[in-house]
């Protein structure tokens, strides 16, 4: 008898999309992060194509590095410095909260508000009751302290495109919020609607019908914009919102 050969890592949909210069600079770039794309490589379960080792092949610098990160589902802007004393230079500016990064995203229904701002602390929820995914981040009294500026900038069919401005960096920061405010994340896995649905995609990776189920394959968080002071101005770099996410908001009636 034939020994079981071992698991086939689960399927991850393909990148349509490749990365591209926004702002070129000296000292850094401002890059056009696609959805399904790492910041970074990652030692991973499959091979998963990454902005910096695709830009730093594209340009043969090999001092780039990113001195912020955006997951693998979420596009927009994303900056690579070119040399140590830049990348230097962006360690003080995130440590002194001097870059402002403003995200868009497409969630499930229509608050009552025009802006928001939640001030509410976030930290591991724990495995147990309704939660089985350990990563998870909630509001919890003894978490870290958080808070996000919130615009609604249109509504539609039951849905808002909502615009997002974190003025801390926690994790999974802007989706737990949205989560918290009733407003589930368009294809977020983890804290949209379906509270089973990553553990089936851990399970058989992003199928045909998992993304009917979610109506994306990822989730709708894009990184619109982001400034901060650099050598005496203001840098600002905007990114519009990537395609799939222009295209599922396009696809919705216009109605409220």
Known sequence: MTAPGPARPAPLLPPTERPRVILEHPDFYVVHKPALWLTHPVRARVEVPDLLT???????????????????????????????????????????????????????????????????????LGLGGANRVSIRQGVVPDGRPAVTDFRVVARRAGHALIEAYPRSGRLHQ??????????????????????????????????PELTARLG???????????????????????????????????ALPDTP
């Open 54 to 124: 695709f830009m730093q092949r594209t340009t043969g610098e090999a001092d780039l590095a990113p001195p912020h990160r955006l997951d693998r589902e979420t596009s927009g802007a994303q900056v690579l410095t070119r040399d140590r004393e830049a990348a230097q230079r962006f360690f003080t500016l995130f440590k002194t909260h001097l870059v402002g990064k403003t995200y868009l995203s497409i969630v499930h229904g229509t608050p009552d508000w025009e802006r928001r701002t939640l001030d509410a602390p976030l930290g591991d």
């Open 174 to 207: 802007i989706r737990a919020h949205l989560s918290h405010l009733g407003l589930p994340m368009v294809g977020d896995k983890i804290y949209g609607r379906d509270p089973g649905v990553f553990l089936t995609f851990m399970e058989t990776g992003q199928t």
């Open 216 to 250: 994306l394959a990822r989730q709708a968080l894009h990184a619109a914009r982001i400034a901060f002071p650099w050598a005496g101005t203001q840098v600002v770099a905007e990114v519009p919102l990537a395609p799939d996410l222009q295209a599922y908001w396009d």
